[in-house]
Every structure is written in structure tokens, then in C-alpha cells.
């Protein structure tokens, strides 16, 4: 049964509409009036850009830019920095990029002659790509607007484009037909028919699938084969659509004053708000600063926000992610273990069984005591294998055996008790009970209910997920060797007194499963580093304020260090040119201010709108010789720079690899050395076979 219900917030009238499984509330409300009615918009975190017409606009009602003909597509660039704009006319089309944080401030124009047809910005924010008139698709760089990499001809012309937030792909879209293009080897991966003109297309933000909204009816594909694995129907009149950051649930907008909410797992799970203004025609889930989750979506003359909750979580994810952490923790290699006993404990048989008992642990965690909020119910009674079926309310039933003159103890069901109760997963993402002892109050008989061996869940059943036995046991025997190179490099520098055993470091190995953008299963190599400093010492051994260069920090270069001895010996086999390593590194900084301003001397370059991570979202920053360093931010990057620029000094055979630098800054609120740290990662791209 759908129940409405009327939820009056910040003077407007709200109506939900939920299914018994779905109970969505709007916690949150906001709405930022506009002089113009948003036709098309994108974000950067919470702040909207929009266009009207010929002009585009803030979220506080400010004319941002003017172009010559009427705007095709406005794209931000996500990390923050600036806006392109594709404007057309009855001749020409026009593509600029602006400063987003000026007025009308023109960072670059593109020539006339290019033609501009479609726009996207790359996940890392590095690369502007531009679909032309001749169905040639271009790359340039966001530094300089300068041709980045050689064009490439798609053979039509695409009305979209649309990058996955991996890096693997870009979406082209033409009429009926939605083109995935491979941007790793520049070739089209595959084709997708739509059955009809395509509204919408959409990536899942982890870019596990993607979503296309054609002819009122939204198909939902995986990333690693592009196969079909749920759709939502009855989406008429539909115009935009965007995945829940957990990819269970997708919003609509349906061209008026209706959002619709669709679990694509399971279509009965669904609700919908009204938005009493109207035209809303643009949707999307975007985040603030801090993590807030926010459905924005244009409305006549508004910009709306809402706070949404009741969205169930996603339940397999969470599962697949924690039952995979605990298994490499399982079959890691205790340190007193001999090869007999290891064997004993970790084989192929034991593992498959373990992994069973984790699965159901967790689900069993996840669920929490779901049973004394349901109503169970008398089913029928098969007389041929003596089964009686308990109805589970919204779970699946479950069967006891029961002998046929126990059957009137359960007449009255109140005094049927179910403990030590077992729950697993069903395919769409909902809890089924796998294993309960009944008890008959009544009666004072028990009965068992026993199905842990079921195999619902395909990532149960097979290993494809889930990095091998053989792989595991060499991640264990590597882990072992950079454990040695590290005590070597830490008694050496104990020896010369640049650090004490007030200095921790830490080095770990662990491999990791992954899917390459051709689809294929791959096993990364990943190795970090980091370290820590009694707080006592953290002055004498670590970073002082206001310090980033690495011979400043005795325990940062003692980390760095065992780096560089790890890859000069055991983990040279890694090394491999043209093969692809992410390599993050991590900046650290404490609350202290800074005071003035920290002389730089462009030792690392000039960075002007440098992209980089802080606290999980895609920032842009600038130092300068000039401006020096005057933030806690710039302090934090600049000691990641730091970083960067020792590994590119003393590991110059990586030069050969496809590197893929990222740069992250840690903000602390407390004060003190421990707070002022570094910490670099390797992740080695499909190297371990």
C-alpha cells in the first residue's frame, strides 16, 4: 500500500509518497530564488552555475557571462577552478572558458573554427574534452588549453559527452545510440542502443554503472561488461535522472514538479516528492564541503536543495567492502606462523569456508534484529516432506520441519520465539533469514531452521571479486622483505641519530582486485608508507611549524628513505615501463596559523589552480614565488610537493612508467607535530598476475 503524507517545511508544501519498504522525509530545505529560471546547470560541491538564454549565473543570482549565441552546455570543471561554456547561433558555435571566481573574466577562448558540438571535463579535472563538427574528439589541457593528446575521429557527432569518474570512459551520445569510448586506449569500447532519443545519460559516481534515460524508461548497466541489470519503467515525460552516491537509488525529474526515487534493485521500493513551483527539469545529487548530501535540482525561477533521508543503505556494497578487508586480514600470515601451520590455516578449503562465515556475520551486523519488528504468519503445511511455512513479513518465508500433530501448537502465534537468529542477502539488496532456533512457549519444543549454506549472492559463490589464494600468500612473503629493508633503514638512521624509537614507521603491502577499462579482472600491488613521532619528540624529529621540505623532517626522510632502498632492491620487479602506478601522496598540517607570510622559492614550481584532494574532495590551489605561503592548505600541499619532488630525485627509473601523481591535504583542528605529517602510497596497475 502507498501512503501519502503532507510535510509542510520552510513554508512550502512538500507531498511524500512512499512504499512500505521506503519511508523518505525531507530533514532539510532550502531554496535561493533566481531573477531567471535555470534551463541547464552543473556543480562544484554545492555551489550551482546555471544558464538562461544566453547567460549563465551563480547560485546568488549573479550574471557570470555573456555569450554570443544561446548556451548549448555549461560544465564546470570539478575541481572548482573555472566553467566552460558551448554557446551556438545560426552560424557558429562559441566554446570559453571562464574564471569562476570572477565576473565575466575569460581564462581562454576557443577558435571559431573548431565547432564545438559537445563538452565534458576528465574526473581529475586535467583534461577539457571537445566533441567538434566532424565527429572528431579533442583534448586539452586544463593548464594551458593547448592540444593535451592527439585527436581523436569518432565518426558522428554527439549531442553529449559524459566522462566516468575513474578515468576508464567517456559516454558520446547520438540519436538513439549511446557510444562508450575507452579513453586508456583510445578506442570504442562499445554501443549501447538506447531503443529511442536519449534523454539523460549518467555514471554511478564510483563509475560502476551507467545509467540511460530513454523513452520513459531508464536502463541501468554494469562498467564491466556494459550488460543490462536492472531498468525502472514508467518514467514518461522524464528529462534527467542521477544516481544516489550509493548507487542503489536513482532520482527523476520528470519535466514538472515530480522527483521520483527508485530503488534499481527493487522496483517496488519507490517515493516521490512534489515540487510545488514546477519545472524541474535538471537533478542531482551533489555533496557541501563537509559531506552533507544534498538533492539539488533547478525549478521555476529557483535553485532548490533538500536533505533527504529514509534511503535504504546499500547493503551488498557494504558487505562486498568489509567481507573483503577481513578475508586479507584472515590470510595474512601471523608473525610467529610456521609454513605447516599457515598451510593448515589458510588453503583453498578453508578459505572458501571462511568466507562464508564472515559473509554471514556481517549481514547478520547489518541487519540488526530485524525479526522483532516483523509480524510472522502461519503459511501453508507440505504434508509429502512434513515443512511448515512461517510468512516473514517483507523477508522471504522460511520452512521448519514440523511433525504433522505439532502442527496446533502454532495456532496462536505468540507463542512462537525465534533466537540466535542468522540473516543474509537476497539479490535486490534486502535481508532473508538463513538460520533460527524457534521456540514453542507452549509446548516447549525447539525447532531449527538451517539454510547458512545458501549461495544467493554471486560474490559468495565465486572468487572473481576477490583477490587469489596465491596472490595473497606472495603479498604476505613481499610484506615480509619490506619489513626487513625497513628495519635496515631504521637502525641505520637510529646509528646516526636522526631519529630515536620515538619514531614509528609504518610499511604495509596488501594486493588488491580491480577491473582494467577493457572489463578485465586485474590485481594491483599496493605498498604505503607513513610514520609517527611521540609527541614529545615530534619537534626535534619531525616537521617544525611552518616547515615542508623534506631534510627538515628526520622522520620523513628516514620514511622516504626505505622507499627508495625497497625499490632500488626487492621491488625493482615492479618497475616496469609503460606499465601505469598511482602514486598519492599525502600533506599533512596542523590548526596553527600561519603568521605572515612562508617564503617560497619556487624550489617545486609555480602551481596556479593546481588540482588536489582535501578531505576526499577535488580542490584547485596556488602558490607562487611571488605570493609564497600564507594558508595551513598551501602548507600541507607544499609538503606533499616536497614528497613528489624526492621520489622524482632519487627513483628516477619510475620515469619510464606511466606515473599518476595525486596530492591530498590533511587539516587538522588540534595543534602540534603529529599533526604535521606525510604519507605516500604506491599502487602498482595490474601487477601482480
Not at 570539478?78 to 572558458?97: C, E, M, R
Not at 563538452?119 to 589541457?141: Q, R
Not at 545529487?285 to 539539488?296: C, E, G, I, R
Request: net charge negative; with cysteine; glycine share 6%.
Amino acid at each position: 500500500m502507498i501512503t501519502f503524507r503532507p510535510l509542510l517545511i520552510a513554508a512550502a508544501l512538500v507531498s511524500i509518497e512512499a512504499s512500505a519498504q521506503s519511508r523518505v522525509e525531507i530533514a532539510k530545505n532550502l531554496t535561493y530564488r533566481q531573477s531567471n529560471t535555470p534551463q541547464g546547470m552543473d556543480n562544484y560541491l554545492f555551489s550551482t552555475y546555471y544558464f538562461n538564454g544566453k547567460n549563465t549565473y551563480n547560485l546568488k543570482n549573479f550574471e557570470m557571462s555573456s555569450a554570443s549565441g544561446q548556451v548549448v552546455s555549461l560544465k564546470v570543471n570539478p575541481a572548482g577552478a573555472s566553467y566552460a561554456v558551448l554557446s551556438a547561433d545560426k552560424k557558429h558555435s562559441y566554446l570559453n572558458v571562464y574564471d569562476i571566481t570572477s565576473v565575466k573574466h575569460v581564462i581562454h577562448s576557443f577558435d571559431r573554427s573548431l565547432d564545438a558540438r559537445a563538452i565534458c571535463y576528465s574526473a581529475d579535472s586535467k583534461t577539457l574534452l571537445v566533441a567538434d563538427g566532424g565527429g572528431t574528439l579533442h583534448f586539452f589541457s586544463t593548464r594551458d588549453y593547448a592540444s593535451s593528446a592527439a585527436d581523436v575521429s569518432l565518426g558522428f557527432v554527439p549531442s553529449q559527452l559524459v566522462a566516468s569518474s575513474n578515468g576508464y570512459y567517456v559516454a558520446a551520445v547520438t540519436e538513439g545510440e549511446v557510444v562508450i569510448f575507452n579513453l586508456e586506449n583510445r578506442t570504442v569500447r562499445t554501443r549501447l542502443q538506447a531503443g529511442g532519443k536519449v534523454d539523460a545519460v549518467a555514471f554511478s559516481d564510483d563509475a560502476s554503472n551507467l545509467g540511460i534515460l530513454a523513452s520513459g524508461k531508464l536502463g541501468v548497466y554494469n562498467t564491466i561488461d556494459f550488460r543490462q541489470e536492472h531498468s525502472v519503467d514508467n518514467l514518461a515525460g522524464a528529462t534527467s535522472f542521477t544516481f544516489h552516491p550509493d548507487g542503489k537509488y536513482v532520482g527523476v525529474a520528470h519535466g514538472s514538479g515530480r522527483i521520483t526515487f527508485h530503488n534499481v534493485f527493487d522496483p517496488v521500493d519507490q517515493a516521490e516528492i512534489t515540487e510545488p513551483r514546477g519545472g524541474v527539469t535538471d537533478v542531482k545529487f551533489v555533496n557541501d564541503a563537509k559531506h552533507q548530501l544534498y538533492l539539488s535540482y533547478n525549478a521555476e525561477k529557483a535553485v532548490c536543495y533538500k536533505v533527504i533521508t529514509g534511503f535504504k543503505p546499500n547493503y551488498g556494497r557494504e558487505m562486498r567492502d568489509e567481507l573483503n578487508r577481513r578475508m586479507m586480514e584472515w590470510c595474512k600470515r601471523g608473525e610467529n606462523e610456521t609454513d605447516e601451520e599457515y598451510g593448515k590455516r589458510v588453503n583453498e578449503e578453508t578459505k572458501k569456508r571462511q568466507k562464508r562465515v564472515f559473509a554471514n556475520e556481517i549481514s547478520t551486523s547489518l541487519a540488526g534484529d530485524i525479526i522483532s519488528h516483523t509480524t510472522v504468519t502461519l503459511g501453508r503445511y507440505n504434508t509429502s516432506n512434513g515443512t511448515l511455512e512461517l510468512n516473514m513479513g517483507e523477508m522471504p518465508a522460511i520452512y521448519l520441519k514440523v511433525p504433522q500433530n505439532e502442527i496446533p501448537d502454532f495456532a496462536d502465534m505468540t507463542n512462537v520465539e525465534f533466537y540466535d537468529v542468522k540473516y543474509g542477502l537476497t539479490a535486490n539488496d534486502s535481508f532473508e533469514v538463513i538460520y533460527a532456533k524457534v521456540r514453542n512457549k507452549a509446548s516447549g519444543k525447539e525447532y531449527v531452521f538451517d539454510n547458512l549454506e545458501r549461495q544467493s549472492l554471486d560474490f559468495l559463490a565465486t572468487d572473481d571479486s576477490f583477490v587469489s589464494l596465491e596472490l595473497i600468500q606472495l603479498a604476505n612473503r613481499e610484506d615480509i622483505a619490506l619489513q626487513r629493508i625497513k628495519q635496515d633503514v631504521v637502525e641505520q638512521a637510529k646509528s646516526d641519530r636522526l631519529i630515536s624509537d620515538h619514531t614509528n614507521i609504518n610499511v604495509n603491502a596488501t594486493v588488491v582486485s580491480d577491473v582494467n577499462a577493457n572489463g578485465e579482472r586485474i590485481n594491483n600491488y599496493r605498498v604505503e608508507f607513513d610514520y609517527s613521532v611521540d609527541a614529545q619528540y615530534s619537534a626535534k624529529e619531525d616537521f617544525a611549524p611552518g616547515k615542508y621540505r623534506i631534510e627538515e623532517s628526520n622522520a620523513a626522510k628516514s620514511t622516504l628513505d626505505i622507499v627508495t632502498k625497497a625499490f632500488a632492491q626487492d621491488f625493482a620487479q615492479y618497475i616496469v615501463p609503460g606499465k601505469k602506478v598511482v602514486v598519492s601522496i599525502t600533506g599533512a598540517a596542523d590548526a596553527i596559523p600561519v603568521v605572515g607570510t612562508i617564503g617560497y622559492d619556487g624550489c617545486y614550481g609555480d602551481f596556479n589552480n593546481e588540482p588536489y584532494w582535501l578531505d576526499g574532495n577535488l580542490s584547485n590551489i596556488t602558490v607562487t614565488r611571488t605570493g609564497g605561503i600564507r594558508t595551513n592548505e598551501q602548507l600541507a600541499f607544499m609538503r606533499a610537493q616536497a614528497v613528489g619532488a624526492y621520489l622524482k630525485e632519487h627513483l628516477k627509473s619510475m620515469s619510464a612508467m606511466q606515473v599518476e601523481p595525486r596530492y591530498n591535504i590533511v587539516l587538522s583542528d588540534g595543534k602540534g607535530s603529529k599533526y604535521r605529517r606525510i604519507k605516500v602510497c604506491f599502487t602498482f596497475v595490474d601487477a601482480m598476475k
